[in-house]
């Protein structure tokens, strides 16, 4: 079995021996240290890259996602996934990782449109429509009024509009989400494809949100199959931080507040988000229960079964998973009885590596495709 760790902490040349010990395959993190003390002991070393950062030049107003209402919107400290000059740095600075000795690959992240918990907002999830998305929407033969006017009714809808309202804006808001997923395998496709340019042996991979909510924010597992070398879902299913973006708990919960503030009680919302998501929802629970307890692990299960089927042609699924679970070896016998092919941390944590050493050792040197 194939086990991956996301980070190394501080001490990176024990970090690295512990991952040794336990079984571990790889690790993926930018250091430079970290690569050399990877390469030494027999580590795979991946990089990771961003995608749409606003730092630097690009932390400036006029690069930021502006929402329904005009607004600009910082999330997931990403700008609007459309801008050419973002897009040109992420694809140049991915072209400098690929010139990084010593690594097997690199992984990208953040690579979508703004999700319903991305931000403390939740208006940031109503975007982009700056200029540079209607030019991109005029280019893609999408029509850019409109689906400002379907999204725009969503919005009043959700606080408070009827049904009646927003029913005929049906087909274009999933123009909306149409042109947010074109959008966003167009970039990734570039990113491979820039990447193997320049070194086509490196292994090119996606942090992608889980099945359940990755069409939300314009990332297709379809698209990208055949496409990336490594898909890798973040299913973090009880993540306990105060803000939570592309984690199920966190995202659903988010989505549960906004159906639920004028539209549908919070059971109501719950019994519908579990027939869209199929996922275990409901027994009582609100929106804040799940962000608070999360779900179940079978939901491990489910997402990597939903993921390895629209992946027929990928031949490595490792998702990635919270190492501090307190169910933290029922999740992984989730992921590896529904088709993973590894399993990958987040993140490096030295005394649960401890805590777990054992069960990562029996876990290394199990027969390859032996079940849990």
Known sequence: MRLWMHGSGPDIPAAVRVLKKAGFEAVVGNQPQ???????AGLDAYLCSGAF????????????????????????????????????????AAAEMAAVS????????????ASPASSRNPDAFYTCFCPVCAEKAEQ????FDLMRSAVQALYQWMRGGTAERLLPHAQRLLDWFSFRRRCTTEHLLNFVNGVKAFNPELAVGIYIFSPAIAPLVGQSYSDLDGQMDIVAPMIYRCYNAEDGPATLNHELAAVAAELSRCVFSPHSTLEILSVLTGLPLGG????????????????VGIEVRRARSMLPNTRNLIPIIQLDDPMLRHSID?????????????????????????????MANRPAGQQP
Request: proline letters at 5%; charged letters at 20%; one cysteine or more.
């Open 284 to 299: 009582g629970l609100s929106g804040a229960d799940i962000r608070l307890q999360g779900f179940p692990t079978d939901a």
């Open 334 to 362: 989730a992921a590896l009885q529904s088709g993973a092919d590894g399993v990958n941390f987040f993140a490096y944590d030295h005394r649960l590596l401890d805590q777990h050493a054992p069960m990562f050792e029996e």
């Open 102 to 113: 010593g690594i097997r690959g690199i992984l990208i992240d953040g690579a979508r449109f």
């Open 34 to 40: 970290l690569i050399a003390e990877a390469n030494h």
């Open 53 to 92: 950062g606003a730092s630097g030049r690009f932390a400036a107003e006029n690069y930021l996602a502006r929402d329904i209402n005009g607004k600009p919107q910082l999330w997931f400290n990403s700008t609007c996934p459309n801008q050419p000059e973002v897009r040109k740095a992420n694809l140049e």
């Open 140 to 143: 893609l033969r999408y029509d």
